[in-house]
């Protein structure tokens, strides 16, 4: 697991994206960009998934963020998407608000890791 300087796990592996993309530094950032919009777009819904109680797309939308996000190689924020994929139904008008907060405070560290990462790439 990548660690950062204070010793925590750090937000995102890169080394997952730079071996999917075999050094083409342009291809990262495409993927990067377009998980961060697509994330981004997936938390409304499943915001909206648990206003609505509507349990299928809760689970749908946090299975959507578990993969893309393993796909680009966080570290923590695939894990937090499936406790919510995997919650029971009854459980999720209670407890998803607190996962889908974790869920925001994760993907704020990504977006933060990757926008530097990005950046460095040019």
């Not at 697991?1 to 495409?30: C, H, L, W, Y």
């Amino acid at each position: 697991m990548a660690e950062n300087a204070r010793g925590a796990q750090a937000p995102v592996n890169f080394t997952r994206i730079q071996e999917t993309s075999e050094g083409d530094t342009e291809f990262e950032k495409e993927l990067f960009l377009i998980f961060l919009e697509d994330c981004a777009d997936r938390l409304e819904l499943l915001r909206a998934a648990v206003s609505n109680r509507d349990i299928e797309k809760v689970h749908l939308e946090a299975h959507t963020i578990k993969g893309a996000g393993a796909n680009v190689g966080t570290t923590h924020l695939h894990e937090i998407a499936f406790v919510l994929e995997e919650m029971d139904s009854a459980a999720i008008p209670d407890a998803a608000d607190a996962v889908i907060a974790d869920l925001d405070a994760e993907f704020s560290r990504v977006k933060s890791a990757i926008t530097d990462y990005v950046a460095a790439l040019d």
